[in-house]
């Protein structure tokens, strides 16, 4: 079921997928957990993680969730209703816990209450991000921040256009305290700009005081597939070969010396360079939104490894019905609209069951025709500000035909009283 195929490529589970659900077992700490049964819950969790969330469909998830619910019943001895309760999620910041303990979140308003805050937060202090925090949105803010929060972690999303990857990743660094770095594309930007952007993230996540940083780059990022020899080195091991010069490396190793011999590295060069890169990667968090239509997800994988084998993978499936209804109303709030007050959410469900009977059509099309076409996230949107757009044009047509009419009955009503008058002469 979930062996790798030429879609699938990413079906590779290995020694790295254990020792993940291992680090996350050990962020656990005495004072949250006091029994076994909690113990056995957060296994689950991150066994959810590490191995559903790179599954390409619903079906594949929920199987995976299934298997290891029969593992957890076979060693474990704890009440499974409680074990495995859904939703099953984790965060670092819905209780005010510190970053890198996941507490179980027990109620999924106040965790909501706790990300609109955060995102009320954000918009203060940077360019307004108009998101619906629906279930999924919330599940995928709770997962980012998670790699997020492990030293090193860094995070490969995918998903078609429009999901959310870019927000919603902003959104959880914002949350874990990370600044947000992206670069600037255009037509002239080179690999000499991108190593010159590397070497400033360098600095400022290793050399002190080393800032947490999140990388945020998108496929539509890079321009040059040479980009991804440098993306991939900084996944793999950070050390980037040619990325500074000896001079610039011993301007570095000055600067970190003090440091680095009070926590005991010796003083030659092999050990604080490792002693740098280690504190680049435990600074520095790449996080890569790639989309997967077309071959260039698949092509770039088997090139650049790293892409895969270094990443925590978060698969996004398409947007369930009720977030697609949420999303309808957040954006129909500002649409004047007469009749009765339900007739806004009639709307809302109807915009949602449109876009999910045509996703349910191109899966027939698949079937018979074998080719794509995609429902993303971004044609809902679409059809939304279509619908808006439309429903103006219609209420102008309508305030103009009531303005000729008024105009007519009025020019009517005049023209009879100067009959009325004249008869009267």
Request: charged share 25%; proline share 4%; net charge neutral.
């Amino acid at each position: 079921k979930f062996l790798p195929s030429a879609i699938k490529f990413h079906y590779n589970f290995t020694m790295r997928d254990l020792a993940a659900i291992t680090k996350g077992l050990l962020l656990s700490r005495p004072r949250e957990y006091t029994h076994t049964g909690q113990i056995s819950r957060l296994w689950y969790h991150e066994a959810t993680r590490v191995f559903a969330d790179r599954l390409t469909t619903e079906l594949e998830y929920n199987r995976a969730k299934e298997i290891a619910i029969q593992v957890g019943k076979r060693y474990f001895e704890d009440d499974p209703a409680e074990v495995y309760a859904e939703p099953c999620l984790y965060s670092n910041f819905h209780a005010g816990a510190e970053v890198g303990t996941y507490v179980n979140v027990m109620d999924m308003a106040r965790l909501k209450r706790k990300l609109e805050e955060k995102l009320e937060e954000y918009n203060e202090q940077y360019a307004i991000m108009d998101l619906v925090l629906f279930e999924t949105a919330i599940m995928h803010v709770t997962r980012i921040s998670r790699i997020l929060s492990f030293p090193g972690g860094n995070a490969l999303l995918v998903g078609v256009g429009g999901s959310g990857k870019q927000s919603l990743s902003k959104l959880s660094a914002f949350i874990c305290h990370y600044d947000t770095v992206q670069i600037s594309v255009t037509a002239e930007y080179s690999v000499n700009d991108l190593k010159e952007n590397l070497r400033e993230m360098y600095k400022k996540a290793g050399v002190k005081p080393g800032v947490p940083l999140m990388f945020l780059l998108t496929d539509s990022q890079i321009t040059d597939e040479k980009f991804l020899v440098y993306i991939n080195d900084l996944l793999s091991s950070g050390f980037i070969p040619d990325l500074f010069t000896k001079e610039e490396y011993d301007g570095i190793f000055t600067s970190l010396r003090n440091i680095a011999k009070a926590e005991g590295i010796p003083d030659n060069r092999d050990s604080m360079m490792n002693y740098f890169i280690n504190r680049v990667r435990a600074n520095l968090h790449v996080v890569l939104c790639f989309s997967p239509v077309g071959d260039s997800f698949r092509q770039r994988a088997r090139k650049f490894p790293g892409i895969i084998n270094c990443t925590a993978i978060d698969w996004f499936q398409p947007w369930p019905k009720d977030a697609l209804v949420s999303v309808a109303q957040k954006f129909l709030e500002d649409v004047q609209m007469s009749g009765k007050p339900e007739t806004r959410d009639n709307i809302a469900y109807h915009i949602a069951e449109v876009h999910t009977s045509v996703g349910a059509v191109s899966d027939e099309y698949l079937k018979l025709e074998r080719r794509h076409n995609y429902t993303t996230p971004k044609s809902f949107l679409e059809l939304i500000a279509f619908y808006k757009q439309l429903l103006n044009t219609r209420q102008e047509e309508q305030v103009a035909a009531i303005n000729r009419l008024d105009t007519g009955l009025n020019t009517l009503i005049r023209t009879n009283k100067d009959v009325e008058e004249l008869q009267v002469f």
